[in-house]
């Protein structure tokens, strides 16, 4: 099983290509700069307002695709840890 990307790690290459400082960035989307840079840095994940914010911004059809990224990421990092194993439960018949 591979590590999925932090979406903050995607979304730092996609900016790069955008001549906007993360300030400016930050500002068109409507979230604080502090926000945006803790995402940015991996410190963060990615709501699902922020997700339909970045979508918008991108131009991308899907509004989903960071939020579905950040939980494929989310879900892969809790699978990977350590827990107390649950047994089902006995139903009624």
Partial sequence: MYSPA??????????????????EFAAHIGVARVTLSRVL????GISAEMSIKL???????????WFR???????WIASRGKRKKISPLKLAA
Avoid: C, R, W, Y
Avoid at 55 to 65: I, K, M, T
Avoid at 69 to 75: G, I, V
């Fill in 6 to 23: 932090h979406p903050g790690k995607v979304l730092k290459d996609a900016l790069e290509a955008i001549p906007l400082t993360v300030t």
């Fill in 69 to 75: 990224m950040q939980n494929a990421h989310d879900f």
């Fill in 41 to 44: 840095n991996e410190k963060a």
């Fill in 55 to 65: 979508s918008e911004a991108f131009g991308q059809e899907s509004p989903d695709f």
